[in-house]
């Protein structure tokens, strides 16, 4: 008995060695060399030895596989792949990494799809392009502490960033990896990435020249930082399972500005917005929360008062005959339509306020458990492009007692959003600038498609824009085709076979080069509105480096230096005279639309800037602005020549009767 049951356990002993080396030894393998991707996958725990040397913050890429997407084609730069990736986050410092951000330089027309961990910076939402690069902030997971806080917990102090998406051009067997990884918090200094087959990976440490916080409190918080606008969200007032926040909007920059300016942003934790004071919110749809975890948690709330159960709600200022309205106004800085100016225009108008109620979800259902929203975005109509970055938590917000005593009150917690004004792309601008001098009596046109073309568009969208004669300014871009084969048959220019196409720009702005002589000169800056749209407390800002400092009077618009703004004069509309109005209709049925136009003569003089050569280039502006935004410029400037010179006086003439019919 006792051998026969000795042999019955060592068979059953092994039965279940055999049993669990084939179906979990085999198993596991299998799933780390799946085939469903065509390359074989990467080992997604990468862990170079480097790891342990860095005492900074070391950072991984690992591209994990892909699969042939459809359509499958012929062409290998045009087929899509679908891609696995991840990248990590370690900090392997003595403190903690606040609010970590990391770059990924994608370069194969990458779309991404998904990313757990971690928010796209610039707010943009999934899927989301991001073939010339992105930069990752971290969410939920925003700060990383430190092994010495946490005794070496990794899910403290590491954070992984899984990623789905398609991209193209990379035929196998080659790897697609990014140009480059790196870390963009303030202070540290990245080498190049070691790259190991489908692996990169860096260690980012800490610069010499950083400066260490100077005390406790902060180092706990990041410091403020610099935007042309900044959003602050500040919690006022929080509860078991809702809050009370502030939302602070602040243009900083002196070419800043947003009419009619809508803030979206997203909940990434199930919130909603109750109710809002100071703006209201476009869309009014309670079903949303009605078919939502809020509906199964909330089982006898009433949502209908609900202001917004949207994922991503568009917040937009209330009117002014609303600002002392006992239920949505009666909020400082707010009700002003949307409109905010640059301090140098109207201080007054340089901020906005409202104020939410946002109710919470589980797990959040504790005072303290306190998220801001992701991906802020803002615009306006016929605006600057803003570029948000990811609220950062700064230190608690002062607020002075209303009473006027000294005493200050705090918010609860405080973030921070920095928005910058991005450059237009090219093809891609809302306002134009021509040139012409009195030595010339053409005038350089903007460039082909300069705010864009329609996708039939049969003209050239490359090609040199043609000369015009001056009195062409005062005709739309569409109808100025007929004037440019004119000149260019009087002049004996030869036409190009294909066209150019014509600006399209509702706004432009023509400099011209009036006068230039021993002591001084003069340019004249006329302002030409194409669009249905007035203008309102318009400015204009012109970057003239090697004439700033000879700039002396701007004769009919307010006129300013703004020596931090590189060499830039910045003007405006005088008082009941700021409306550039819209173009209006012509007096009879066939004739073209005239545009709203503003103009001005602007002096300079030479006695601080010697060696100034006005009529080679330095009296025409590098740069120009218009609300703002960056117009489009010439690629030449006029020329003077034996030519040009003998119709100087023509010029002249023309351009005089010009300014006669602008005035």
Known sequence: MSSSGGGARLAEFFFCFFFFSTLIIPHGRNRALAQDYEDQQQDAGYHPKEEGACNGVFLTYTFEGRSREFPHVKNASAQAYAFRASATVLNAMAEDLNTWKMFIGFQHDEILVSASGAVI????????????????AGFPQTDLLSAI????????????????????????????????????????????????????????????KHKKAASAAAAKFLPRM??????????????????????TIDVNSPMGRLDNWNLTWEWKRGEFIYNLKGAYTLKHDYSDCIYSEAAKFYRDFDFSPVASCER?????DLPPERANDPQIGRIPFCCKNGTLLPSTVDASKSKAIFQLL?????????????FPPQNFKINGFLNPEYRCGPPIRVSPMEFPDPSGLMDKSYAMVSWQVACN????KAKAAQCCVTFSAFYNDSVVPCGACACGCPDDATCSRHAPSLLLPPEALLLPPENRTAKAKAWAHIKHWRMPKQLPCWDNCGLSINWHLMSDYRTGWTARITLFNWRDYTYKDWFAAIRIPKAYKGYDKVYSFNGTKLPHLDDTIFMRGLPFM??????TDGKTSGDPRVPGKQQSVISFTKKHTPG??????????????FDGVECAMPDTIPIRSAATRVGATAAAAAVAALALILS
């Not at 610099?226 to 929080?238: E, K």
């Not at 991503?312 to 937009?316: L, Y």
């Not at 700021?578 to 173009?583: D, G, I, M, Q, S």
Request: glycine share 8%; hydrophobic share 35%.
């Open 121 to 136: 910076i610039d707010g943009t939402d999934f899927p989301a392009r991001v073939g010339n690069g992105t930069t990752f």
């Open 358 to 370: 946002v109710y919470k979800l589980p797990p959040d259902n504790n005072r303290t458990a306190l």
């Open 612 to 625: 100034i050569q006005v009529l080679r280039g330095d009296g025409f502006p590098t740069r120009v602005f």
């Open 578 to 583: 700021n409306y550039l109005l819209p173009e």
């Open 312 to 316: 991503r709600p568009t917040i937009v």
């Open 149 to 208: 806080e946490t005794a070496g917990d990794m899910n403290q102090i590491s954070v992984t960033v899984d990623m789905t998406g398609t991209q193209f051009g990379v035929k196998p067997p080659a790897i697609p990896m990014p140009k480059t990884i790196k870390l963009l918090n303030d202070g540290f200094d990245c080498p190049n990435p070691t790259r190991k087959g489908g692996h990169m990976h860096l260690c980012c440490v800490k610069s010499k």
């Open 226 to 247: 610099y935007g042309d606008l900044t959003i602050a969200y500040d919690v006022l007032q929080a509860y078991q399972t809702n809050y009370m926040a502030q939302v």
């Open 421 to 424: 004004i991005s450059r237009p």
